[in-house]
Nanobody
């Protein structure tokens, strides 16, 4: 079992930045690929970014590539999402998720989820 707790969301103006954190507890964090997803009102949950268990490889949705950066610190059991040049369409609840030994981009392929943190970008 892995417990995930997101933090760092908030209200920011378009063009601004936020850094989300996801703290993990439970089983060995370094075994898990980690992903960030987001869900806007009335829309399906969508893939944002993922990182392998070692941190050696990262993956991004086209809509955030070049603006968002995923990273992890296995010593701190934490994964981060640095979000720059935010746009109004980035407004959503952001979730982190864990998948043992893999980094899928489909929500159903992740085993554990956090409760989410709201990001609101004002234009």
């Amino acid at each position: 079992q892995v417990q995930l707790v997101e933090s760092g969301g908030g209200l920011v103006q378009a063009g601004g930045s936020l850094r989300l954190s996801c703290a993990a507890s439970g089983r060995t964090f370094s075994w898990y690929g980690m992903g960030w997803f987001r869900q806007a009102p009335g829309k399906e949950r969508e893939f944002v970014a993922a990182i392998t268990y070692s941190g050696s490889s990262t993956y991004y949705a086209g809509s955030v590539k070049g603006r968002f950066t995923i990273s992890r610190d296995n010593a701190k059991n934490t994964v981060y999402l640095q979000m720059n040049s935010l746009k109004s369409e980035d407004t959503a609840v952001y979730y982190c998720a864990a998948a043992p030994g893999r980094v899928p981009n489909r929500p159903n392929d992740y085993d554990y989820w956090g409760q989410g943190t709201q990001v609101t970008v004002s234009s």
